[in-house]
């Protein structure tokens, strides 16, 4: 080794240092460039949350640069016309029978009653809204990024169109969609009235479609994250591919004299 750098022209040899002291910070500026691009979300944005909660039962599924982005890729499911024609045909009266006994069974707990002013968030062309209505909630309504007249209104979930405290009852199966779940769960708490009831048909065993934005491990993080709220009830459920149902309410403030 030492014969044959030796026997290098000198001029190799300079060229091999300068080429050495060069590298170094141009090696550098290449790991700067590499660091995560954490500042190019844009000001519209809701606050950015991290990527993995708790105990890494909660994940965000990476690949969305922008806010706009991600709702780019929300309406492209919602406004599939394939989609939409299926729901409201061959998926209508069926899942509607299959929503209407998930909501009478919370009925029968008085968890929601037929006076209950109802939201579904999520809700596409409105099956569950539809399902409430028909067994006597009719004060229900519902929300998605593009509207479905009469049942649905236009409404992101990340940032609810109604003022606080106007739900007696909440109801989604769209949490594995949300991009920031702080923000999904804080709006619900913000629009449930005292002691009103949201209900969450979530998926922990089986990993959703591509559209979602999060996987979700355990009810853990929900639990966490439904800061002002009580659990009521945790069960089993079979829900169009969903697996946990999640019941909580939200607490009433205790009035001091
Ligand atoms: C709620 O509404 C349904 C459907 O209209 C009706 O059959 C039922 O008796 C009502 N329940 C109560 C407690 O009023
Ligand atoms: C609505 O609720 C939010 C969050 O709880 C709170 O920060 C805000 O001040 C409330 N707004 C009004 C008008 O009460």
Same mark, same amino acid.
């Given at each position: 080794?030492?014969?044959?750098?030796?026997?290098?022209?000198?001029?190799?040899?300079?060229?091999?240092?300068?080429?050495?002291?060069?590298?170094?910070?141009?090696?550098?500026? !290449?790991?700067?460039? =590499?660091? +995560? $691009?954490?500042?190019?979300?844009? *000001? /519209?944005?809701?606050?950015?949350? &991290?990527?993995?909660?708790?105990?890494?039962?909660?994940?965000?599924?990476?690949?969305?640069?922008?806010?706009?982005?991600?709702?780019?890729?929300? !309406?492209?499911?919602? =406004?599939? +016309? $394939?989609?939409?024609?299926?729901? *409201? /045909?061959?998926?209508?009266?069926? &899942?509607?029978?299959?929503?209407?006994?998930?909501?009478?069974?919370?009925?029968?707990?008085?968890?929601?009653?037929?006076?209950?002013?109802?939201?579904?968030?999520?809700?596409?062309?409105?099956?569950?809204?539809?399902?409430?209505?028909?067994?006597?909630?009719?004060?229900?309504?519902?929300?998605?990024?593009?509207?479905?007249?009469?049942?649905?209104?236009?409404?992101?979930?990340?940032?609810?169109?109604?003022?606080?405290?106007?739900?007696?009852?909440?109801?989604?199966?769209?949490?594995?969609?949300?991009?920031?779940?702080?923000?999904?769960?804080?709006?619900?708490?913000?629009?449930?009235?005292?002691?009103?009831?949201?209900?969450?048909?979530?998926?922990?065993?089986?990993?959703?479609?591509?559209?979602?934005?999060?996987?979700?491990?355990?009810?853990?993080?929900?639990?966490?994250?439904?800061?002002?709220?009580?659990?009521?009830?945790?069960?089993?459920?079979?829900?169009?591919?969903?697996?946990?149902?999640?019941?909580?309410?939200?607490?009433?403030?205790?009035?001091?004299?």
């Amino acid at each position: 080794m030492k014969i044959a750098t030796q026997t290098k022209p000198p001029i190799l040899r300079k060229c091999f240092l300068l080429f050495l002291l060069l590298s170094v910070p141009l090696f550098l500026l !290449l790991l700067l460039s =590499l660091q +995560p $691009k954490r500042q190019q979300r844009t *000001t /519209t944005d809701p606050t950015p949350e &991290k990527l993995s909660y708790g105990s890494g039962d909660l994940k965000i599924r990476p690949g969305y640069d922008s806010y706009e982005s991600y709702i780019q890729r929300q !309406l492209k499911k919602t =406004l599939n +016309p $394939k989609l939409r024609e299926v729901w *409201t /045909t061959r998926d209508w009266d069926r &899942k509607i029978q299959v929503f209407a006994l998930f909501f009478e069974d919370l009925k029968r707990k008085r968890l929601l009653l037929n006076e209950s002013k109802a939201l579904c968030i999520g809700a596409r062309v409105g099956q569950e809204v539809e399902a409430l209505r028909r067994i006597g909630v009719s004060d229900s309504v519902g929300i998605d990024l593009v509207p479905s007249p009469p049942l649905v209104i236009r409404g992101d979930f990340h940032n609810q169109p109604f003022d606080n405290e106007t739900f007696d009852f909440e109801f989604s199966n769209v949490f594995d969609h949300a991009l920031y779940p702080h923000r999904f769960v804080a709006e619900i708490e913000r629009t449930l009235k005292p002691g009103g009831v949201c209900v969450l048909h979530v998926a922990l065993s089986r990993r959703s479609d591509k559209y979602s934005a999060n996987d979700l491990y355990s009810v853990k993080p929900l639990v966490e994250m439904f800061k002002g709220s009580e659990v009521v009830r945790i069960r089993k459920v079979d829900g169009f591919g969903l697996d946990t149902e999640v019941v909580f309410r939200k607490n009433i403030p205790i009035l001091r004299s």
